[in-house]
């Protein structure tokens, strides 16, 4: 069965520094979505890919945060610095389609767990 | 903004007890709902989705409702078993919303034995 992938699975960093994950969706699948967990909390929407266009960054604080996906497959999610309140799960999901006129089954990956210490 | 609360945090029954968990939401507009597990450190899988078309919808132990009137929707798992055991996410999305997921808070199950 066909998964999302994501790696790596654990960073540790410093603040200030940068770090990058990076999330290949299932095959196929045009929408592509990073979301933020904190511990016990759900997951919080940063960015909606539609193939490779941006089409919801409402969420993403863009003075430090950047999410490309350049040929509409695999996409990365930089911070540039990381802060202390980084420090979370972050995790990407894809969906088949997910225009407007359906909503598809979100699949997730394993997440990326985040320390900035 | 969809806004979504999920009651209770925490869930304790003994093994082979019903768990209900409920969720209510903000956006009359929102027509699918889907319900997540999350295991420690492992991914939300879904394990049982429900769109604004239908009341309910029911798979093996587990169950969804949803009343679009009152807008909410609970979640129902019967003869639980110890590997029910996790955090369960309800989350909504509208097409107004570019369907986005808004997630609730998260509910903690546990199966005692």
């Known amino acids: 069965e066909a998964e999302v992938a994501q790696s790596p699975r654990y960073k540790i960093t410093e603040k200030s520094q940068a770090v990058a994950f990076w999330c290949d969706p299932i095959?196929?699948?045009?929408?592509l979505y990073w979301y933020r967990q904190i511990l016990g909390q759900g997951p919080e929407l940063l960015v909606q890919?539609?193939?490779?266009?941006?089409?919801?960054d409402s969420q993403l604080p863009k003075d430090r945060f950047s999410a490309e996906r350049l040929k509409g497959v695999d996409s990365t999610l930089k911070i540039q610095p990381a802060e202390l309140g980084d420090s979370a799960m972050y995790l990407c999901?894809?969906?088949?389609?997910?225009?407007?006129?359906?909503?598809?089954?979100?699949?997730f990956g394993p997440g990326t767990r985040l320390t900035v210490l | 903004g969809e806004n979504v609360e999920q009651h209770p945090s925490t869930l304790s029954v003994q093994e082979g007890d019903s768990a209900v968990i409920k969720c209510t939401y903000s956006?009359?507009?929102?027509?699918?709902f889907p319900w997540y597990k999350q295991e420690l450190g492992k991914r939300p899988q879904l394990i049982i989705d429900?769109?604004?078309?239908?009341g309910e919808k029911k798979d093996q132990r587990i169950a969804v409702t949803l009343n679009k009137t009152a807008k909410h929707f609970s979640l129902h798992i019967t003869e639980t078993q110890p590997e029910d055991s996790a955090v369960y996410f309800c989350?909504?999305?509208?097409?107004?919303?570019?369907?986005?997921?808004?997630f609730g808070t998260g509910t903690q199950l546990k199966v005692e034995l």
């Open positions: 999901a894809s969906s088949l389609v997910g225009d407007r006129r359906r909503t598809d089954t979100q699949y």
């Open positions: 095959s196929g699948h045009a929408t």
């Open positions: 890919f539609q193939d490779e266009s941006v089409v919801d």
């Open positions: 956006d009359s507009a929102s027509n699918y």
């Open positions: 429900i769109r604004s078309n239908v």
């Open positions: 989350a909504a999305s509208s097409p107004g919303g570019g369907n986005k997921l808004t």
